[in-house]
């Protein structure tokens, strides 16, 4: 009813396109820009690459237990999750927190100190597009839901090198701003959140916006919609994962292998999950396709509507992130107390804070639920909002951009239901 009760009232009052008109936003003063992206951005760059270097060290030689471990929580719930939220608020964040892009800058540098020029070794082919974003990203969250010990210590410190190497590998290679919008998976979805953001950065000068704005015009990027079908259906699929359905399918195919052969078990049931996670990225997908298909042909137009309403998704991506994952950061974010004290698990107190017991019972099952359905509900609108603008910028018909609107409608309702869904069975 809320959505329907929105897509009346944009199709009544937004008759003119309005994104892009505030998009500009306020310049914050010249001073305050400089420091941020000056002195304080070194700064940052080089806490980060010390943290990077703490990450893999905790995870390479620190204690196997996951538990006491920092590095699991830091990979999974700060960084997975937090970055989201700081992306969201104060816009890109990501840009001067990469410790991949710092060691890339610091580079650079050195290498223009002694009066050379830094060139990328190749030029970036358009025709490969974010597909290598795509798939840095799918590696992760396959790594995350579908491998039997994503946590194990060991794991991560596999993980956190090679995509190092991929990484700066790619910025030495094309360069670190087109690897960075690319290649680089987490920039890129933190790019996108940060386009909700009422902060950015344009010019050199940090600017304030009315949030949402960031999402005006096409996103014209090949592999761009598929790298948001991946970030929207690994979090449809996570939750879905965690319902008795898919467990006991799991259960039944790893059973005949749980005694006499558990390495087979795991190995189906890995392909299982991979299977499952490919679906739902592939459900996501092929319901936006349809959908702007479906209204292509509403309007009885020429021109390919993917690209155009391809940013209404991001909201969508970030509301179920945060409606699947809120609670696990809030509580499980409680550990990193303790395990600052004592990174490796070998029984330090650096800070005295290793005695710290996180408080479980912070949130109540109705608060919980109150926040995800709220924040699907909201998530939606606002897609539904930005395909909306975009349609009556691109469409001269009124009645045109409010047909190429019926299914962008039904498209939300399915995503928001599907939401809710597996809400209620997680």
Same mark, same amino acid.
């Given at each position: 009813?809320?959505?329907?009760?929105?897509?009346?009232?944009?199709?009544?009052?937004?008759?003119?396109?309005?994104?892009?008109?505030?998009?500009?936003?306020?310049?914050l003063?010249?001073?305050?820009?400089?420091?941020?992206?000056?002195?304080? @951005? #070194? !700064?940052?760059? $080089? %806490?980060?690459?010390?943290?990077l270097?703490?990450? &893999?060290?905790?995870?390479?030689? =620190?204690?196997?237990?996951?538990?006491?471990?920092?590095?699991?929580?830091?990979?999974?719930?700060?960084?997975?999750?937090?970055?989201?939220?700081?992306?969201?608020?104060?816009?890109?964040?990501?840009?001067?927190?990469?410790?991949?892009?710092?060691?890339?800058?610091?580079?650079?540098?050195?290498?223009?100190?002694g009066?050379?020029?830094?060139?990328?070794?190749?030029?970036y082919?358009?025709?490969?597009g974010?597909y290598?974003?795509?798939?840095?990203?799918?590696?992760?969250?396959?790594?995350?839901?579908?491998?039997?010990?994503?946590?194990?210590p @060991? #794991? !991560?410190a596999? $993980? %956190?090198?090679l995509?190092?190497?991929?990484?700066? &590998?790619?910025?030495?290679?094309? =360069?670190?701003?087109?690897?960075?919008?690319?290649?680089?998976?987490?920039?890129?979805?933190?790019a996108?959140?940060?386009?909700?953001?009422?902060?950015?950065?344009?010019?050199?000068?940090?600017?304030?916006?009315?949030?949402?704005?960031?999402?005006?015009?096409?996103?014209?990027?090949?592999?761009?919609?598929?790298?948001?079908?991946?970030?929207?259906?690994?979090?449809?699929?996570?939750?879905?994962?965690?319902?008795?359905t898919?467990?006991?399918?799991?259960?039944?195919?790893?059973?005949?292998?749980?005694?006499?052969?558990?390495?087979t078990?795991?190995?189906?049931t890995?392909?299982?999950?991979?299977?499952?996670?490919t679906?739902?990225?592939?459900?996501v997908?092929?319901?936006?396709?349809?959908?702007?298909?479906?209204?292509?042909?509403m309007?009885?137009?020429?021109?390919?509507?993917?690209?155009?309403?391809?940013?209404?998704?991001?909201?969508?991506?970030?509301?179920?992130?945060v409606?699947?994952?809120?609670?696990?950061?809030?509580?499980?974010g409680?550990?990193?107390?303790?395990?600052?004290?004592?990174?490796?698990?070998?029984?330090?107190?650096?800070?005295g804070?290793?005695?710290?017991?996180?408080?479980?019972?912070?949130?109540?099952?109705?608060?919980?639920?109150?926040?995800?359905?709220?924040?699907?509900?909201?998530?939606?609108?606002?897609?539904?909002?930005?395909?909306?603008?975009?349609?009556?910028?691109?469409?001269?018909?009124?009645?045109?951009?409010?047909?190429?609107?019926?299914?962008?409608?039904?498209?939300?309702v399915?995503?928001?239901?599907?939401?809710?869904?597996?809400?209620?069975?997680g």
């Open positions: 009813m809320v959505l329907v009760a929105s897509f009346v009232a944009l199709g009544a009052l937004w008759k003119t396109p309005q994104l892009e008109a505030h998009s500009t936003g306020l310049d003063g010249q001073v305050f820009s400089r420091l941020i992206l000056g002195p304080l @951005r #070194v !700064l940052v760059q $080089a %806490i980060s690459v010390l943290l270097a703490l990450v &893999f060290a905790t995870a390479l030689v =620190g204690t196997s237990d996951s538990r006491t471990n920092l590095a699991p929580t830091w990979v999974y719930v700060i960084f997975w999750l937090g970055l989201p939220l700081l992306s969201v608020f104060f816009g890109n964040v990501w840009r001067a927190l990469s410790p991949w892009g710092a060691l890339a800058d610091a580079f650079v540098w050195l290498w223009e100190r009066g050379r020029k830094a060139r990328p070794l190749a030029v082919s358009e025709r490969f974010r290598p974003g795509a798939m840095a990203l799918f590696a992760f969250v396959a790594l995350e839901l579908c491998y039997p010990d994503p946590s194990g @060991r #794991v !991560l596999f $993980a %956190i090198a995509y190092t190497y991929i990484t700066l &590998f790619g910025m030495l290679a094309f =360069g670190r701003k087109t690897w960075s919008e690319r290649g680089e998976g987490f920039a890129i979805l933190f996108y959140i940060a386009r909700i953001a009422p902060l950015c950065e344009r010019g050199g000068r940090i600017r304030i916006r009315v949030p949402l704005t960031g999402l005006a015009g096409a996103e014209p990027a090949r592999g761009s919609i598929l790298f948001i079908a991946v970030a929207l259906g690994s979090v449809a699929f996570d939750g879905y994962s965690r319902t008795i898919w467990q006991d399918l799991v259960a039944r195919v790893e059973a005949p292998y749980v005694i006499d052969r558990p390495g078990g795991e190995i189906l890995t392909g299982l999950n991979l299977a499952g996670l679906a739902a990225i592939l459900i997908l092929g319901a936006y396709l349809a959908a702007c298909g479906l209204a292509r042909s309007v009885r137009t020429p021109r390919s509507l993917v690209p155009e309403f391809a940013l209404s998704l991001v909201p969508i991506a970030l509301v179920y992130a409606a699947h994952y809120f609670s696990l950061f809030v509580i499980q409680q550990f990193m107390a303790p395990l600052a004290s004592d990174p490796f698990g070998r029984g330090w107190d650096i800070f804070t290793a005695g710290v017991r996180p408080d479980i019972a912070l949130l109540t099952p109705n608060a919980i639920w109150y926040v995800q359905a709220g924040a699907l509900v909201l998530g939606h609108v606002a897609g539904l909002a930005v395909a909306h603008d975009r349609a009556v910028g691109i469409f001269s018909d009124r009645e045109d951009a409010l047909r190429s609107q019926y299914a962008m409608l039904a498209l939300m399915a995503y928001t239901v599907g939401g809710l869904w597996l809400l209620s069975r």
